[in-house]
């Protein structure tokens, strides 16, 4: 029981090329920034956007392959896809709405209202099966529409930003009630986000999309130890660097950073904030890596304070608001920063 | 709003304006006899024609309902060469005089005409018959439901349907489950207007169907019948129209009128 499928598909500004796998209890989530063609990807999966190029298969069953000229309809397929904002069908009540993909498949009025009422119970939403979607909050909504594409036991269940249409109060809940349900659910999943915090807390694999390409793939612990590419770094906090590898640290075009590695040639280099230290005055003492910067901007990020420092070498600090007020640290004030070389990972590209 | 005295010179045409429309509806109310008007609207002939229009006037809805949401859906939802010009078709029988309508379909159905011909060999005749004035009806009134479901169906947001689709349901179950539900008053409102425009019909009617009391003469045709012999009773008609008109109204105020507060 696998899903594995290559992805192609050009509409518009979007040119597409993605191979995904997962395996039978395996999450995965894809993350990217905005129009990378994460939704894109999970649309094509579902049927909803005919491939150019690819195949699809789902336990060794091909639902869609181009140049074999297969394609099977949305509705026959395996597949189950939760959107965005819900889209429950307004005109019905929660039960009906549960209970429509086995109507579908011809279940009985009957048993299919039972059923879905039972689907309503796990959800949390016993009480709440006459109500009508206009009538629910948005984190009932999910509850109802992740009860709705469960209840067909498809083999591979598709989340496309489940959380983004509901307030933060709920996102904890829902992001609870989603891993007891998912844990229970043998398929495979994929979930589409944005935010990389929703993936580590879900996700088992993570694929990185960005303009239609897998900038990287792997275990959650592999990419968030190892960014290889700016947004992933970014939306991590962490300092990433790209450049050569040499026996005293990595070269980026003259400037360099000094290491401790045994990586050589074409690499990245990431270092956390919280790894920088900042100065009023050029600092004594061992650390490889120091230089005068300039705070750029200050950013309070709950009990920690991210300064974006311009200079040589580009980065930003996490220090605690104390450190700020000793500092004296203001935008475009002077500041000596320093990184031991201990602190600055390497590794081959 | 300003709050400044609008100027006369455009106010007295907007009365003008306005009183031609009311100044007709009070000639009419006025002359309601409304002590006999329960005797008048039960009498033999009026009552005749009156459910001769329901009858023809529903029969046309369920026709242009059969026919035109398909037309509609068609139009919305797919693509083909010539579509701009099938929907400048749709909409002709709304701006043709609807006498010409008449005399078209006279000339296609009737003895002689080539589907007259061809539905003869059916068994089926029918220019003055009940169902030539369903025909008349619906040729004039249906443009008004394609209309109506067309733009329904362009603001429906198809996602429900792919919803429907990544669900399990088939293209017909689609339609029926979930497309049709999302347009409910889009339909309504379409239907509502089809229906009074039928209810209405005068020209391709009488030009096409005749004027044979109970089996054509429909509401309109009686009214005009009626106005040289039976002043009270075309009266006693016209008011009947004039409510359905003002209910349809009242009914789709919301989509008229609402904006507006």
């Known amino acids: ?349 | 709003m300003t709050g400044r005295r609008p100027p006369l010179l455009l106010l007295i045409p907007a009365a003008g304006a306005l009183a031609l429309i009311l100044v007709p509806l009070a000639g009419l109310l006025g002359h309601v006899p409304w002590t006999t008007l329960l005797t008048q609207i039960t009498s033999n002939q009026v009552g005749s024609a009156l459910l001769l229009s329901l009858e023809c006037s529903l029969l046309a809805v369920a026709v242009a309902l059969v026919l035109g949401v398909p037309l509609a859906w068609t139009l919305a939802r797919t693509s083909f060469p010539g579509k701009a010009l099938v929907r400048a078709l749709v909409t002709l029988p709304m701006v043709l005089p609807p006498v010409v309508g008449g005399v078209a379909l006279l000339l296609a159905f009737g003895a002689h005409g080539f589907a007259g011909q061809a539905l003869a060999h059916l068994g089926i005749t029918l220019p003055f018959t009940t169902a030539g004035a369903v025909v008349a009806e619906t040729f004039v009134a249906m443009p008004f439901l394609i209309i109506a479901v067309e733009a329904g169906l362009r603001q429906a947001d198809e996602r429900y349907e792919e919803a429907a689709a990544t669900l399990g349901a088939a293209p017909w179950m689609r339609f029926w489950r979930v497309t049709l539900p999302l347009i409910a008053p889009s339909l309504a409102a379409g239907a509502a207007l089809t229906w009074a425009r039928a209810l209405g019909e005068f020209g391709a009617t009488i030009t096409f169907a005749g004027n044979l009391p109970g089996t054509t003469q429909t509401m309109p045709l009686a009214v005009y019948v009626a106005l040289e012999s039976d002043t009270d009773g075309a009266i006693a008609l016209s008011l009947v129209l004039l409510v359905v008109s003002l209910g349809v109204l009242i009914g789709l105020r919301h989509r008229w009128l609402g904006a507006t507060g």
């Open chain 1, 1 to 349: 029981m696998t899903l594995e499928a290559l992805v192609g598909v050009r509409i518009g500004a979007l040119d597409l090329q993605a191979t995904v796998s997962a395996q039978p209890g395996e999450l995965v989530a894809i993350v990217g920034p905005n129009g990378a063609g994460k939704t894109t990807l999970l649309r094509a999966l579902a049927g909803l956007v005919r491939l150019h190029s690819g195949r699809v298969a789902v336990d060794g069953q091909v639902i869609e392959d181009v140049e074999g000229r297969i394609s099977t309809s949305p509705e026959r397929r395996p597949i189950a896809l939760m959107f965005q904002d819900g889209l429950l069908f307004p005109y019905l009540t929660a039960t009906q709405n549960v209970a429509f993909g086995l109507r579908a498949r011809g279940v009985p009025k009957r048993s299919a209202t039972e059923r879905a009422d039972a689907w309503l119970a796990r959800v949390g939403l016993a009480d709440r099966g006459s109500s009508r979607p206009a009538q629910l909050s948005g984190g009932e909504r999910q509850r109802v529409a992740l009860a709705r594409a469960l209840i067909t036991e498809p083999r591979l269940l598709l989340l496309d930003e489940p959380f983004a249409s509901v307030d933060a109060s709920a996102r904890v809940d829902l992001r609870h009630l989603l891993r007891d349900q998912l844990s229970l659910y043998s398929g495979m999943r994929l979930l589409v986000t944005h935010d990389p915090l929703e993936a580590m807390a879900l996700a088992d694999r993570v694929i990185v999309l960005e303009q239609g390409r897998v900038a990287q793939s792997g275990l959650i612990t592999e990419v968030t130890a190892r960014p290889r590419s700016p947004w992933v770094a970014t939306m991590l906090g962490l300092n990433l660097f790209r450049g050569v590898a040499t026996a005293t640290g990595l070269d980026m075009a003259g400037t360099t950073i000094a290491a401790l590695s045994d990586v050589r040639g074409q690499a990245f280099a990431v270092v956390h904030p919280r790894a920088i230290a900042l100065h009023r005055s050029r600092p004594e003492g061992s650390p490889r890596n120091v230089w005068r910067g300039e705070a750029e901007s200050l950013d309070r990020d709950r009990d920690r304070v991210r300064v974006s420092i311009a200079g040589p070498i580009p980065v930003v600090a996490e220090v605690t608001p104390a450190a700020v007020a000793e500092l004296g640290l203001g935008v475009g004030g002077a500041v000596w920063v320093s990184v031991k070389a201990t602190e600055v990972q390497v590794y081959a590209e």
